[in-house]
């Protein structure tokens, strides 16, 4: 095996996130920090869909590398994803001036990440778990925006992000590579130049799904403790007095419930078990829901914020939607995972549902009922969820021990996130 390539063996180890990894994610924190500052302007509408754009952006520059890393291994090249950190950390650096500046900048380094993450892998090889890592589709658009001026850019931007989304469920690795390789073999079949010679064969290679979680468990753990960071700042930066200590609580409150609902009962702790070794979770649907579950986390946490910075004053309806949409995409992103793992319209009835329709409705009264209104409505639905699904789980059963009755795990609803529990 050459020094660079990659590894294809996708079977379970007890590796962990390395040193170089754990700084890597050192630009997500700032990366996500200066994400949600674009909601403190408002929010409007447009600061809501400029917030959308840059945060796909981002997520998937870094998922790019990250996976480069998951699947590379000890082989991973150290100075290359120092590198794509420091154009991490431009792009983080350039949100706080778009859309007045820096938005050029922006889209030069993601073109720039982009381009780096797709030569790392080497002729012949296939990422099979996420073939966008690969492909430049998405990115051309990006480049044709360099020479374009706003709004038009920010449109380009949504297009090359709608084909990433598009290749990434519109096509599956293994029929990308299986029309590759049709297509090598059918060149070296019909020129004489390589007609006596056996055509190449491409090289799948596969994610580590132990690491994949834990790296993906990481992020959201980033994000969350930049809501906590947003909270804790918001707090700080007002004077105390029961209000605000009472919506201080509240917002932790709702970070502790998403922590537990996507951490524990989500397709995360799975993948770090190595309970889905072969891959039965497709994996570009496990990395579009961390993108989307991700965002409407961090969402949240810049709604929660907000409406602790006006604890006294006038909570506008982008502060309201901000909070109370984020926490009905996410519940949303719950109920689709739900679907796509088939655990069945009974379990999203059960919360997924209710849950975000409640959370709209609650959106829509927010600058009626004031902050404190607004984030303890929100602590109601997200403990409304929390208590059905570890209900749901078998939580509430009673004894400890071993021997305490189980069960049947065919009627075990998974979170939405992942797939059901039967094995």
């Known amino acids: 095996m050459a020094p660079d390539t990659p590894s294809a063996d996708a079977r379970p180890t007890d590796r962990h996130a390395t040193w170089m990894e754990l700084f890597f994610d050192l630009v997500a924190v700032a990366g996500i920090g200066q994400l949600t500052h674009l909601l403190h302007r408002g929010p409007s509408l447009a600061d809501f869909g400029l917030y959308l754009l840059l945060y796909l952006a981002f997520w998937t520059a870094w998922a790019c590398m990250m996976l480069y890393g998951n699947i590379a291994r000890d082989q991973t090249r150290i100075p290359l994803m120092l590198a794509t950190m420091l154009g991490l950390g431009l792009m983080a650096g350039a949100v706080a001036g778009i859309p007045d500046r820096h938005a050029t900048t922006f889209a030069a380094v993601y073109v720039l990440v982009r381009a780096v993450a797709a030569q790392v892998w080497g002729r012949g090889t296939l990422v099979v778990d996420w073939p966008i890592a690969q492909l430049s589709i998405g990115v051309l658009p990006w480049i044709v925006s360099l020479w374009v001026p706003e709004p038009w850019k920010y449109w380009l931007w949504a297009l090359g992000l709608a084909l990433d989304l598009w290749l990434m469920f519109g096509m ?10 049709d297509a090598i073999d059918r060149r ?10 056996e055509p190449p064969k491409i090289r ?17 753990i980033i994000v969350l403790g930049e809501g906590v960071i947003a909270v804790i700042g918001a707090v700080g930066g007002v004077p105390w007095n029961a209000r605000v200590l009472a919506l201080g609580f509240g917002a932790f409150v709702v970070l502790a419930v998403l922590w537990a609902l996507t951490l524990m009962y989500g397709f995360i702790p799975r993948l770090m078990a190595g309970e889905d070794p072969e891959g039965s979770i497709p994996r570009q649907y496990v990395m579009a829901m961390h993108c ?20 006294k004053g006038h909570v506008s ?17 719950t109920g689709l995972g739900g679907m796509r793992s088939g655990a069945g319209w009974r379990w999203i009835l059960t919360w997924p549902l209710p849950c975000a329709v409640l959370a709209v409705l609650l959106g829509a009264f927010g600058p009626h009922i004031g902050a ?28 400890s021990g071993p021997d305490r009755p189980r069960r049947k795990p065919w009627r075990r609803p998974d979170h939405g996130l992942g797939i059901d529990e039967v094995l």
């Not at 909070?323 to 949303?332: I, N, P």
């Not at 607004?374 to 639905?381: E, F, P």
């Open 204 to 220: 799948a290679v596969h994610a580590d799904s132990p690491h994949l979680g834990e790296r993906l468990g990481l992020y959201v």
């Open 372 to 399: 404190l209104g607004l984030v303890y409505g929100v602590v109601a639905i997200f403990l409304v969820a929390l208590l059905f699904q570890t209900y749901a789980s078998g939580k509430w059963r009673t004894g």
């Open 188 to 197: 070296f079949r019909t020129s004489r130049r390589f007609k006596d010679i």
């Open 317 to 333: 309806t982008g502060i309201g939607w901000s909070l109370c949409g984020g926490a009905a995409a996410y519940f949303v992103i």
């Open 292 to 311: 989307w579950i991700t965002g409407a986390i961090a969402t949240i946490a810049a709604g929660l914020g907000l409406a602790v910075e006006h604890a």
């Open 172 to 181: 599956t690795g293994e029929r990308m590579m299986a029309g590759a390789q």
